[in-house]
């Protein structure tokens, strides 16, 4: 598989946005330029110790000279978020990848609704800064537990299309301050509905809208990140490589890209949870258990691609285009 081009960038600005939240503005190095970016697009960041992360750009496109993006430091950190918050410095070079968008705004939209939950903020916001230059008609809702947690409120509020967006904080007995029934019914043709943040609000948006009878093609979403799914009834099935005729078993408690590696064949992957897309291997054969949150339902449907990060088979044996 061919690995990314990446290039190095400075960061010339790293700062706390919130609790547990830090941003980190990244320039260009002299003589040299950034790729131009869509609202919602997504840079791979390589960190210390060989890690590699999945970040939004939060700024305008129409910005040229920076990107922006802002990390949430997570409890049980893989190692990722550890490794902003703790060993990136301002003035230090990365590496990262050209820009990537697989949340991009709908041209034809009417109008545009977009929901963010806590760090989901960082597309959202990119979008609503875009629809904003572009006279674009938009709302925007933004949820959080509490207002320390809320990244970049200061600057939404001061924002020029500042009566465009609401921010809602959850009430003192934990329930949302948001109520999603209202908002979303009745299904409104023409509006477009954006949404990132934690997949239980994320779930909860979407369950709304579909009950609601928003058509799938005015849903639009971006997972920050997702489990590695083993279930207690998961069987070994088979892989097979086309292109040497290997075949290995992938256990009920093993990823086929950690049984593949067994047998030294790599996969190149970056979240290892379904949600970049970096592992994508296209099915030649078999029937695929799609696990992931990067694919389309009409994908999923297709089985002619999966992610092997984190899922398995249905039937007894998957031929790879590997």
């Known amino acids: 598989m061919n690995h990314e081009t990446t290039f190095d960038v400075r960061i010339a600005r790293k700062q706390g946005e919130a609790q547990g939240i830090c941003s980190l503005e990244l320039q260009a190095l002299p003589g040299q330029s950034l790729p131009a970016f869509s609202a919602g697009s997504h840079i791979d960041v390589h960190l210390p110790g060989g890690l590699v992360r999945q970040y939004s750009l939060s700024n305008d ?15 049980a950190s893989r190692g990722g978020s550890a490794a902003v918050h703790e060993q990136l410095q301002q003035g230090q070079n990365l590496s990262i990848s050209a820009p990537r968008n697989h949340f991009a705004l709908h041209a034809q939209a009417q109008r545009h609704l977009l929901l963010a939950g806590g760090i989901g903020i960082t597309p959202i916001l990119s979008m609503a800064r875009q629809l904003a230059r572009e006279g674009a008609d938009f709302e925007l809702h933004y949820c959080a537990r509490a207002r320390e947690r809320m990244a970049f409120a200061d600057a ?68 920050f990140a997702g489990e590695v799914e083993h ?78 990060c984190c899922s398995r088979a249905k039937s007894a044996r998957l031929v790879l285009d590997l």
């Open 231 to 308: 279930r207690a009834d998961d069987e070994s099935f088979e892989v097979e490589v086309a292109s040497t005729g290997q075949v290995v078993r992938v256990m009920p408690d093993q990823t086929v890209v950690k049984a593949l590696q067994a047998i030294g064949v790599c996969v190149q992957t970056s979240c290892e949870q379904g949600v970049c897309g970096t592992c994508l291997t296209r099915v030649i054969s078999g029937r695929p258990d799609h696990r992931d949150m990067y694919l389309t339902e009409d994908e999923q449907a297709a089985g002619d691609q999966f992610l092997p």
């Open 61 to 75: 496109c129409a910005e040229p000279d920076r990107y922006v993006i802002a990390v949430l430091r997570e409890s």
């Open 156 to 223: 939404i509020e001061a924002a020029p299309w500042s009566e465009r967006a609401r921010l809602h904080v959850d009430q003192a007995d934990g329930r949302p301050a948001l109520d999603l029934a209202a908002l979303l019914q009745p299904m409104q043709p023409g509006v477009h509905l954006y949404v990132c943040g934690p997949k239980g609000f994320m779930d909860a948006v979407l369950e709304t809208a579909r009950v609601a009878g928003w058509p799938p093609e005015q849903l639009h979403y971006e997972f």
